[in-house]
């Protein structure tokens, strides 16, 4: 079951939004919260400096009697603050009145205060008062002023102030969200551009896509883009050349065959045995190189589909590998020697066969008479080493780095081989990963071939 594909642009918008949002949120709670505070404070600031103005109002009369006497013209400023009602009680340490409002000095009798003055909220004639009670001195004679006021204009101008700071909040996520569509739009543009020249590229063209203008972040993607082009013209080329070169190939063997077809026909007095012997060399070559086309096809395949491997007894698999070619060496007097340890690898039996099956035909094909073919099987630091070495006629060295290229045969060699068994072996060690590697004698007599495979 395929998965739900979701939008690059989505993604950046709900986890920037996810961030922004509840920022924004705490932020103006925050706000509102720390200017309603101040609010509250310059509020009970004003109840201080009224009940403050009270204070300086009150006398000592003869006897410690206290009096507080205001005039009229004091008292309605007091009592007039826009729209709240402001209300006021004075008293002295008997709870005898001095002036004021007697409903608000019962109300802060039943209250117990230990600091000089206090703030608190109070409900009385169905109205919310914000109320201040004061404790003043003259002469040691204690005394108690409270200063009532409505919260009308304290709870319009808080409000106020939360619709404010809700209108500019939802106002603030509006062109914040319109800024995150926007960056995130113009920051996805090189992503745009990006598949825009993968989508419009040409399928015969190979060639690097630009870093330059591209930010930071996608020079990974391309440099990984880049180097699949690069492997992908490679493996393009060498296939048409694969391709080229077994076309070719296969026309030499093919037209000798119609050739000598032709020359049969014109002559039928030629001797039949010697025609029919030449058909079938060339016949055996072309088999053997359709053989070799298929094989080398084959192991390519692998490198998409890997082979099965398994546990493989590298002794055994040379000794039954090499019986094959001891008729074959024998025919051009060759000794075969083995030198095999105990050993055994994970890989594929049959592409290991193949693999020295490959090696010892070209051995046998090319190190000529009266040779010495050695097989060596040994353990090392890194795993296996398997040597197979001649002391023929060898190759030179600016050939010996040509060799494992499909089709490539050294010229001076008279043979019939299609110069593929050297590609297979190498794509076959690959497989395993492994390394070969080719080289010659101390002496600069014949060739040996290393390959080291790992446990």
């Known amino acids: 079951m395929s998965g739900v594909i979701v939008s690059l642009r989505i993604l950046f918008m709900r986890r920037m939004l996810w961030v922004l949002l509840p920022t924004l949120a705490i932020g103006g709670a925050l706000s509102y919260w720390y200017a309603a505070k101040n609010i509250l404070e310059s509020y009970d600031l004003n109840l201080l400096d009224d009940a403050t103005d009270l204070v300086h109002q009150v006398q000592i009369l003869a006897g410690g009697r206290l009096l507080l006497e205001l005039p009229s013209a004091a008292r309605q400023m007091l009592s007039a603050n826009n729209d709240d009602d402001v209300i006021y009680a004075v008293w002295d340490s008997q709870q005898r009145m001095l002036l004021g409002t007697n409903e608000l000095h019962l109300a802060m009798n039943k209250e117990t205060f230990t600091e000089r003055y206090s703030f608190k909220n109070l409900d009385m004639k169905g109205q919310r008062y ?3 009670i004061l ?3 003259l002469d ?7 200063v009532a006021q409505t919260t009308h204009a304290v709870d319009h101008l808080l409000n106020n102030l939360l619709i404010g700071f809700l209108l500019f909040g939802g106002l603030l996520i509006i062109v914040a969200y319109l800024g995150i569509v926007l960056g995130v739009k113009r920051s996805l543009v090189p992503i745009e551009a990006l598949r825009t020249a993968i989508a419009n590229r040409a399928p015969q063209n190979f060639h690097p896509i630009s870093e330059t203008h591209a930010p930071s972040e996608l ?3 391309i440099y990984g883009v880049n180097e699949l082009l690069l492997n992908l013209e490679k493996s393009v080329l060498n296939h048409r050349r694969f391709v080229a070169d077994a076309a070719h190939q296969l026309r030499t063997p093919l037209a000798i065959l119609r050739s000598k077809l032709e020359v049969g026909l014109s002559n039928l007095q030629q001797d039949k045995s010697q025609l029919l012997q ?6 055996e070559r072309a088999s053997h190189l359709t053989s070799q086309l298929l094989s080398l096809a084959r192991i390519e395949n692998y490198g998409v589909i890997a ?3 398994k546990i493989v007894h590298l002794p055994t698999l040379l000794r039954n590998s090499s019986a094959h070619f001891i008729v074959p060496a024998e025919n051009k007097h060759m000794e075969l020697e083995f030198e095999l340890c105990d050993c055994q690898i994970q890989g594929d039996a049959l592409l290991l066969q193949e693999l020295v099956a490959n090696l010892l035909e070209n051995a046998i094909n090319y190190a000529g008479l009266h040779t010495t073919l050695k097989v060596i099987l040994q353990k090392n630091s890194q795993g296996i080493e398997l040597i197979i070495s001649d002391n023929g006629v060898g ?3 600016e050939v010996l780095n040509k060799l494992g290229q499909p089709f490539f045969r050294y010229q001076s060699q008279n043979t019939h081989g299609c110069g593929l068994g050297l590609a297979i072996a190498k794509e076959i060690v690959s497989l395993h990963n492994g390394k070969i590697t080719f ?17």
């Open 219 to 221: 020079q990974p993607i």
């Open 130 to 132: 914000r109320v201040i």
């Open 395 to 397: 190759v030179p060295d």
């Open 439 to 455: 080289g010659k004698n101390i002496d600069s007599h014949g060739l040996y071939v290393t390959i080291s495979l790992p446990n």
């Open 140 to 146: 040691n004679h204690p005394y108690f002023v409270s």
């Open 135 to 137: 404790q003043a001195r």
């Open 278 to 283: 030449e058909l079938l060399t060339t016949t």
């Open 307 to 309: 082979p099965e491997l």
